[in-house]
């Protein structure tokens, strides 16, 4: 049965306190400004005790979403790669408005709001689906091992998630290279080396700045990648070319182990500076992945070979990374992979080959 107190205001109206005894079930307690409120809310949770359906909604609503984010930062975390991206985003979202709402208030038009309102301050698509993957993992963990009822699920779910554009197709053209590494010899540092390193390996941003010499067997002229650092939870080799390992010849040896001292988000910066001061425009640093991809075709790499070098777990994927239209039936000079298993390196087109792979391993 529920009952309703009037509580007095000193320098306000008063407020409405509603509350709820049955037995079975826990005590709820409420404030509202005026009676129809409070009697409005009785009737619901009175209607789900009466059909054995409520849950508590007291702890969703004292925990805002910020706290949730700061917990999964804080238990969650420590155990995932990629841990300085996501505590960005965390930050990011902590400090939106939508993070001062309580679990309970985020509903699926809030979240809503505050993917448009990311994208319309510039965010990419594919950031603002970052950010929604991650409030749908805090909003589920939270209603399945925190034990907090969401009156409204999950809101994520509910969501349309931002459309991506079509693969990017961005490859360096013309003299563009030249003018890149031009570009980076005059900002100095260690973003010279690093494009050359990018556009001969294959590897992501973050491996790149993980390396350590360790990885290296120079006598195979393999670097082994651990499966901490990789996007994908699988270790890899990745064969190295003459001019990589001229890169590796050309850097000091440092006491910590590390190849290289610049960060994940370091290394973009410079980036988009030494494409700045090139006049080059539309280039990311991803784009090298995508560059050096397709050379590994062009050099007469095979899919199989091509997938165990850039760590993709599905051929089909390599697709996106691959805008040749015809591959040389020349073997690469720097390589001797094809070769050394037995493979098959004369590919004519990526259809051609992708259509010759059994459907089970694409």
């Known amino acids: ?73 804080r238990e969650v975390l420590p155990g995932k790669r990629s841990q300085r ?23 699926s038009s809030a979240v809503a709001d505050y993917r448009d309102r990311r994208l319309k301050k510039g965010a990419a698509a594919q950031t603002a689906k970052h950010d929604l993957s991650l409030l749908s993992r805090v909003f589920n963990l939270a209603a399945k091992e925190w034990g907090i009822a969401l009156p409204f699920g999950n809101p994520v779910s509910q969501v349309k ?33 690093i494009i050359t390193w990018a556009i001969e390996t294959a590897m992501r941003r973050g491996e790149i700045a993980a390396m350590r010499w360790e990885w290296l067997d120079r006598q195979a002229h393999v670097l082994a990648i651990p499966k901490e650092v990789t996007k994908t939870g699988a270790a890899r080799k990745v064969p190295l070319s003459t001019k990589a390992l001229a890169v590796l010849d050309g850097l000091p040896r440092q006491i910590d182990g590390r190849v290289w001292n610049m960060r994940p988000d370091s290394i973009t910066q410079a980036f988009e500076r030494v494409c700045k001061a090139a006049g080059i425009e539309g280039l990311t640093f991803h784009d090298l992945r995508h560059e050096a991809t397709s050379r590994f075709f062009e050099q007469g790499f095979n899919l199989m070979e091509v997938a165990s070098i850039t760590g993709h777990k599905t051929l089909s994927m390599l697709k996106r990374y691959t805008h040749t239209c015809v591959v040389p039936s020349l073997p690469s000079p720097h390589f001797t992979m094809s070769r050394r298993y037995g493979m098959q390196p004369y590919i004519r087109t990526f259809d051609e080959a992708y259509a010759s792979v059994p459907d089970g391993i694409r």
């Open 1 to 73: 049965m529920a009952s309703f107190v009037y509580r007095p205001g000193k320098s306000r109206r008063g407020t409405w306190q509603a509350k709820i005894k049955r037995v079975g079930w826990p005590q709820q307690t409420a404030t509202f400004d005026t009676r129809v409120q409070a009697e409005a809310w009785a009737r619901q949770i009175e209607g789900e005790m009466d059909r054995g359906v409520f849950q508590s909604r007291a702890e969703a609503e004292q925990t805002t979403l910020a706290d949730a984010l700061d917990r999964y930062r």
């Open 85 to 107: 991206q996501v505590e960005t985003l965390i930050r990011q979202i902590s400090a939106d408005k939508i993070g001062k709402l309580s679990l309970a208030a985020c509903t």
């Open 161 to 193: 998630m931002p459309r991506i554009a079509n693969a990017r197709d961005r490859r360096l053209v013309d003299d563009e290279e030249t003018s890149l590494q031009a570009s980076a010899e005059i900002y100095g540092g260690e973003i010279g080396p």
